[in-house]
């Protein structure tokens, strides 16, 4: 009766493991989840990345594509290699929302409050927008631009921020990216595909002119692939022998002709994995 009541216990375990890891892959809170079909992009995303963090060289970039194609998973799968690199310690990352920062005034209120600078600014008064922004980054610096302490701006709807007035934001952050201050990267994520048309000169002049897309380019037999990926257990899964039984079934699972016709109409409708991942849920 006690060796039951064990297996049992230990069977339940197996399965709370399973549906710990399964939550945290759909709901994209897992670092270790996989990046489907975007490993060139990435590649591209933490080079840049790395020569601001190392090299102290400033950067613009766009990340493109539509709603759930994988731009904040690709993005926060290269803040978290770069921010395992020894000399990464002191980058600093500041994180804008469109819907959230309306107008520059809340924006810099925000950059204040996430470069922990309220007490060095405290009821200093500047006279625009870009004074204060220079008074903030110059603060960061220890002595020359190589010692500086590196500031990785993310904006998300990117677009929301060039309909704001004048687009003062984008463009003294643009700016400051093309000089010779502080090492800044500049990342913005967008929906919009001519996200540049939107920009006024002066600010698409300042830009890298840096795009990454991202389009789900993937077909159906690729699909399926993700699908048994995403359902399968790692191989670091503590119990081997369970790990093994539920990839069988995984396996058996994608194989079936009422699953396969069920994943086909959701893939014909829509391809994103944000998309497959409420499926799965």
């Known amino acids: ?11 339940a375990e197996c399965l709370s493991q399973v549906q710990r890891i399964l939550r945290e892959r759909f709901c994209h809170h897992s ?56 000399v990464s310690e002191n980058v600093i990352q500041v994180h804008l929302n469109g819907l959230l920062q309306t107008n520059e005034k809340i924006a810099l209120k925000e950059i ?18 870009a004074e204060n922004l220079s008074f903030l980054l110059e603060a960061l610096q220890k002595g020359d ?22 687009q003062t934001l984008l463009y003294n952050l643009f700016d400051i990216s093309q000089s010779a201050q502080t090492p800044v990267a500049v990342i913005g994520l967008t929906c919009r595909l001519d996200i540049l048309e ?10 890298s002119h840096r795009q990454i897309h991202l389009m789900n380019s993937f077909d159906f037999p690729q699909y399926l692939k993700i699908f048994k990926e995403q359902l399968s257990l790692p191989a670091e899964f503590p119990d081997k022998a369970f790990a093994e039984r539920w990839n069988e079934n995984v396996h058996c699972l994608s194989e079936d002709s009422t699953v396969l016709e069920v994943l086909q109409k959701h893939f014909s409708v829509n391809k994103n994995l944000q998309s497959l991942h409420m499926l799965l849920i």
């Open 198 to 207: 939107l920009l006024e000169k002066r600010v698409k002049s300042r830009f």
């Open 1 to 11: 009766m006690s060796s039951r009541k064990t297996k049992s216990n230990a069977h």
């Open 112 to 129: 204040t409050r996430q470069l922990n600078l309220d007490n060095v600014v405290e009821d200093k008064v500047f006279g625009s927008f």
């Open 31 to 86: 670092p270790h989840s996989n990046l489907f079909g975007v490993q060139v992009q990435y590649k591209h995303l933490i080079e840049l990345l790395k020569r601001t963090a190392i090299y102290g060289e400033s950067n613009s970039v766009l990340i493109v594509g539509p709603r759930g194609s994988g731009k904040t998973t690709l993005l926060n799968h290269a803040l978290k290699e770069l921010m395992e690199i020894e």
């Open 145 to 166: 631009r190589t010692s500086s302490c590196p500031v990785i701006f993310i904006l998300d709807e990117f677009d929301i921020f060039a309909h704001q007035k004048n």
